[in-house]
């Protein structure tokens, strides 16, 4: 990273940078606290991840304020001027991380009273725990502005697609085997969907991170596996 000779520029990047990473933090404990909320049925650890919430938007917010007095003030070019659009993206989708991440404590919420069908739950766990794996390791390759490591989150999200579709399927086959596992299973399939889509803004970030270094978008399609809203599987439900 270049060092500028307006040294309160070099200030202002590395705030945004300090920022980011703040948030990363944040979210990354909003999805475990969440997932565990789940697990162990604990109701107050699931309203504790909806209240931290207020402070990552409002970390959003101050990054995007900060960024655009940067871009009017410094009027930064090339790379400059790709970090701090940079941080505005990420901002965002680090701040629907925790949007997503709240959804799912009010699902625990909804459903800690009549709790059942533990391998299906810990089925959301396995692909949470995919998920918050891509989503540090797309944090720290922004950290680090390392290329290789963002495409490699990025390769991952047809896997995670891949273990959705297959809850999915299980999860019908729930619904269509006994009507009163219908208003759990939706439950759980609410969470599954917000945790599947947290992975798709660790990969939005991959992406960024290539812009970031590179000065353009991936040019290759993105790897998707969501098979769920196939026909084999719409016509089923």
């Given at each position: 990273?270049?060092?500028?000779?307006?040294?309160?520029?070099?200030?202002e990047?590395?705030d945004?940078?300090?920022?980011?990473?703040?948030?990363?933090?944040?979210?990354?404990?909003?999805?475990?606290?969440?997932?565990?909320?789940?697990?162990?049925?604990?109701?107050?650890?699931?309203?504790?991840?909806?209240?931290?919430d207020?402070?990552?938007?409002?970390?959003?917010?101050?990054?995007?304020e900060?960024?655009?007095?940067?871009?009017?003030?410094?009027?930064?070019?090339?790379?400059?001027?790709?970090?701090?659009?940079?941080?505005?993206?990420?901002?965002?989708?680090?701040?629907?991380?925790?949007?997503?991440?709240?959804?799912?404590?009010?699902?625990?919420?909804?459903?800690?009273?009549?709790?059942?069908?533990?391998?299906?739950?810990?089925?959301v766990?396995?692909?949470?725990?995919?998920?918050?794996?891509?989503?540090?390791?797309?944090?720290?390759?922004?950290?680090?502005?390392?290329?290789?490591?963002?495409?490699d989150?990025?390769?991952?999200?047809?896997s995670?697609?891949?273990?959705?579709?297959?809850?999915?399927?299980?999860?019908?086959?729930?619904?269509?085997?006994?009507?009163?596992?219908?208003?759990?299973?939706?439950?759980?399939?609410?969470?599954?969907?917000?945790?599947?889509?947290?992975?798709?803004?660790?990969?939005?970030?991959?992406?960024?991170?290539?812009?970031?270094?590179?000065?353009?978008?991936?040019?290759?399609?993105?790897?998707?596996?969501?098979?769920?809203?196939?026909?084999?599987?719409?016509?089923?439900?």
């Open positions: 990273m270049a060092t500028h000779i307006v040294s309160s520029f070099d200030t990047l590395n945004l940078r300090s920022s980011i990473a703040e948030m990363g933090g944040i979210a990354e404990a909003m999805l475990a606290d969440a997932m565990t909320a789940l697990v162990r049925r604990d109701a107050p650890l699931a309203q504790s991840v909806i209240a931290v207020t402070r990552l938007d409002a970390l959003q917010r101050d990054v995007e900060r960024a655009i007095l940067t871009i009017a003030r410094r009027q930064p070019l090339a790379i400059d001027l790709r970090e701090v659009v940079s941080a505005i993206r990420i901002s965002g989708d680090l701040e629907r991380v925790g949007d997503l991440a709240k959804n799912c404590a009010k699902r625990v919420l909804a459903i800690s009273a009549g709790f059942q069908a533990e391998k299906i739950v810990l089925g766990q396995n692909i949470a725990d995919l998920v918050t794996e891509q989503l540090k390791d797309v944090l720290d390759a922004y950290a680090q502005h390392d290329l290789e490591r963002a495409l989150v990025w390769g991952r999200d047809g995670v697609d891949a273990l959705y579709t297959s809850l999915f399927r299980e999860l019908l086959t729930y619904m269509m085997e006994d009507p009163r596992n219908i208003s759990f299973c939706a439950h759980l399939l609410f969470v599954a969907k917000n945790v599947e889509r947290i992975g798709d803004h660790s990969t939005n970030i991959a992406e960024t991170i290539h812009y970031l270094v590179k000065g353009q978008g991936i040019q290759s399609e993105r790897p998707k596996d969501d098979r769920s809203t196939a026909p084999d599987l719409v016509s089923a439900m």
